[in-house]
Every structure is written in structure tokens, then in C-alpha cells.
């Protein structure tokens, strides 16, 4: 089979390693960085993490901060670029922690606390993010190729504080680029991986907190995350299936802020 001109993908890249990421540096606005353990069982990203055990056992309800960016983090993207990142940090933070633990919608006495610092966003390469898509269709099966100027990435820190002022439970550094041979999507979209990579992120930040004995739990009813939209968006999968591109705004990530803001809008009516 002839392959497509558009196609500068050779069948050697599917033997390419993955591509090394970054250690996450300390942002310097969680309480602590002491006692972090680096992770040798991971292989896409860079985590170091802490728990004190026993603290987090006698953890339950958790109110958790929205995630922030940390100074330089965002440089050269839109301020609403920045904020899709934020959201789907905050969701799939959300999403992770209310399967270990009580999400409640406000801090409260006797509740602990996540801080959440987005402490990097590397750009996706959205021309060559196209060529990305149109070489799908020409490489079967679920594992696709990206090509070189598509590869962005992101870091970032958590932390759980313990209620009353008690200290630091548990923290987190992460960090991972999109992979060159692998399940992430291209997109046009500059934080079209960084909104993917949220997703492993929050994986992480719950693994992180809870004890290794607390079970993961039901999806908690009402949902303590459906103000960020439901946790599964079908027209982000056909949209990836028809086009082979990733869109961060069909993944859930993006907020209805523009309608909540018209109806709070003042009018000229008396």
C-alpha cells in the first residue's frame, strides 16, 4: 500500500522509545517539600511523593482549593487557555480524591484540605499535530504516532493538609510529556496535551493521599463533582474518532462560565 505524501512518518518510529520527561520542580507554594521519595515504578512520568500514613487514615472529608498556576507556568498562552487547563486539573482532581475520600463543597471545621499548583504547561505543536491525525488513518489499532513539534507536557504539585492546622498528610510532584508512541492524542488545541495529561495527574494525586488499604469507592450521590460537568463526555470520543485529533473542549474541561455569566449579567430593564 502506497502511503499518503502528507505521511513523514517511517514504520521505524513505531520502535521509538518513549520520550524522557522532565522532573516537576517545586514550585515553592506548598507548605512543604520535605521527605519526597522519588518513584522507580513508573515509566511515562516523573513523580516524587510523601504520605504520613497514619495521619491519612484519620482522614474522611476533604475540601479541595482550586488548582493555581504557578508564576511562568503559563507564559505565551491566553488566559483562557490557562483556564482549561486549570478546570480539568481541578476535575480530574476531583474525580480521583471523591473515590477516597468525602468531597465537600466548602472548607468546614474538622476537615483537611488539597492544594493543587500547576507548576508547568508545555505547548502542543498544532501544524504538525495535524500531520499527527492524518497518519492515523494510515497506522491501524489503538497505539498511534506523533510526529517531532507535537509533544506537549505538564507538571504539577499537590498537597493534603491535615484539619486544624495540623500539617502536611501527603504530597505530590508529578510530571509527564505526551509520548511520541502511545495513547496520547494529537490536537490543535496548544494545551491539547496538557488537558490529557490531567487526567494520569489526578490518578496520581488520589493514589498519593489515601492509605494503600482504603478501597476506592462509589461515585458518591449526588456527584461532589458535577460542577465540573459529567464525568464522561461521548461527542470528545466521536470527535477524536472522526478526526484523530484531541479537543480539549468537548472533554469536559471546558466550563459553561460564558452562560452562567449572561444570566448574572445586569440589563437595561428596570
Known amino acids: 500500500m502506497k502511503l499518503h505524501p502528507m505521511l513523514p512518518v517511517s514504520l521505524g518510529a513505531l520502535l521509538v522509545a518513549a520520550c524522557g520527561t522532565p522532573g516537576a520542580t517545586p514550585s515553592g507554594l506548598l507548605s512543604s517539600y520535605d ?3 522519588e518513584r522507580d515504578d513508573t515509566v511515562r512520568a516523573s513523580i516524587r511523593q510523601r504520605r504520613d500514613d497514619e495521619q491519612a487514615a ?21 488566559d483562557a487557555e490557562i483556564a482549561l487547563v486549570l478546570r480539568e486539573v481541578d476535575r480530574q482532581v476531583c474525580y480521583e480524591v471523591s473515590e477516597r475520600f468525602t468531597v465537600i463543597p466548602s472548607p468546614e471545621a474538622g476537615a483537611a484540605q488539597v492544594r493543587v499548583v500547576v ?29 517531532p513539534g507535537t509533544l506537549g507536557g505538564l507538571s504539577a504539585e499537590a498537597e493534603l493538609l491535615a ?8 504530597a505530590i510532584l508529578w510530571s509527564r510529556d505526551a509520548q511520541a508512541v502511545g495513547t496520547d492524542n494529537p490536537s490543535l488545541s496548544r494545551v491539547g496535551d496538557a488537558v490529557q495529561l490531567a487526567e494520569p495527574f489526578g490518578d496520581a494525586v488520589g493514589d498519593a493521599f489515601a492509605p494503600e488499604d482504603r478501597e476506592v469507592r462509589a461515585i458518591a450521590d ?9 464525568r464522561f463526555r461521548p461527542e470528545g470520543v466521536a470527535a ?3 478526526t484523530g485529533l484531541y479537543s480539549p473542549e468537548l472533554s ?13 449579567e445586569p440589563t437595561d430593564e428596570p
Open 240 to 242: 477524536r474518532f472522526v
Open 163 to 170: 484539619a486544624h492546622e495540623a500539617g502536611q498528610v501527603a
Open 119 to 147: 507548576s508547568r504547561i508545555a505547548p502542543t505543536g498544532r501544524v504538525a499535530s495535524a500531520v499527527s491525525a492524518a497518519s492515523g488513518f494510515f497506522i491501524p489499532g489503538p497505539i498511534g504516532v506523533r510526529v
Open 252 to 264: 469536559g474541561a471546558a466550563a459553561d462560565e460564558t452562560e452562567e455569566t449572561e444570566e448574572t
Open 222 to 230: 449526588p456527584d461532589p463533582c458535577a460542577r465540573f460537568g459529567p
Open 35 to 37: 521527605g519526597l521519595v
Open 58 to 78: 484519620t482522614v474522611e472529608r476533604v475540601f479541595l482549593e482550586p488548582a493555581v498556576l504557578a508564576s511562568g507556568a503559563g507564559e505565551g498562552l491566553t
